[in-house]
């Protein structure tokens, strides 16, 4: 089965992946957001707007959306909604934007500013937030807030960087508690204990897709995302598999016999370099072949033939950090949580990752290959 006919059997069997207003969904979505960017095909763009349409009430309200649970993870899917507007024009979806936008004008932070993970995780950053939040606040600021909150986008992005990222082992912790009172976080410096990799793979993307959204006039900023993004990719790509050319899910710990490489982070990792190349950040004689080395890898060794249908495998289904001693961050949870095929946070980023193959073969001039070649 080409690629293409794998996503298009994914997309035509989709379902809401929980009955509320969710992120995983808005990986799907992203995905086929970037595809129509890529090839003009329509059936993507139609995906997006029935979804939208099932769920954002003519006044813009999204009848599902947990506003009173502050989860930072349900702004993913309002990214969409940018593209929504301005190819229809209809305002139900500017409105719907605004209606995203307000829980983040109230959404609780830590006292360094940052956004709350979840009400149910005071005063926790996760990477995962990062690329939840962020590309969105971003890219309202350019188009309706007036640049005014650059300088607070900045500030939680350096926030990471100064309480997640390890300096000796160049990777970002999976989250950090500014209490220091979680079972999992360390008493000195706040942080999980270890590297996960669907993690880096959302701070990885965040950031691209931060730049994408900004106005490159805002120079110094600009800049000073550009050189974090090169940090994190020089920083993880030390922990690539040579066999497999593919990442661990516990990112530095190959060592451990029950370890894997790992689909979405793979993914992810892949998406970044690919739209960092596109956009110039990267440099395309260094890193697009790399970019590209891993989404080979992933089509040869994760999207397999199961029963006469294809399946995108080894998927991280969840992990995630307490409430209170459950999920305590160590290696051993990490590989304990299930594997799976088809996930939403698998395909997502692999139909991203796909879409930033394809234009930037076009973009460099070169002809993508077809579907049948890979």
Known sequence: MSISGYIGHFLSSYQHYQTYWNYEDGCVLMGCKQLYEATQDKVYLDFVLQYLKQVI???GNINNYELGKYNIDSINSGKVLFTAYEITKEEKYRSAIEFI????????????????????????IWLDGVYMALPFYMEYETKYGGKEHYHDIM???????????DNEKTLYYHAYDEARIQPWADKVTGCSPNFWLRSMGWYLMALVD???????????????????????????LRYQDQKTKLF???IDRADVAENYTETSGSAM??????????????????????????????????????????????ICLVAGLGPGEARD?????????????????????????????????????SEAETDEER
């Open 57 to 59: 009430e003519p006044d």
């Open 329 to 365: 961050g160590s290696v051993e949870y990490y590989l304990s949580e299930p594997r799976v095929s088809d996930d939403s946070k698998g395909v997502g980023p692999f139909m991203m990752a796909y879409a930033q193959s394809l234009l930037l073969k076009k973009e460099c001039g």
């Open 248 to 250: 661990y899910q516990v």
């Open 101 to 124: 936008m307000n829980q983040l004008r109230e959404h609780p932070r830590t006292k360094s500013g940052n956004f709350y993970h979840k009400g149910i995780y005071p005063r926790q």
């Open 269 to 314: 990792i892949a998406y970044a370099i690919l739209k960092g190349c596109r956009m110039h950040v990267l440099s395309i004689e260094k890193y697009a072949a790399i970019g590209e080395e891993v989404l080979q890898a992933l089509i040869a060794q994760k999207l397999l033939m199961t029963n006469e249908e294809a399946h995108l495998t080894d």
């Open 210 to 236: 931060i730049m994408d959204a900004m106005s490159e006039e805002i120079y110094e900023q600009y800049r000073r995302y550009g050189d974090l993004l090169k940090e994190a990719v020089t920083g993880i």
């Open 155 to 165: 500030n939680q992005v350096e926030n990471v960087r100064k309480f997640l990222y």
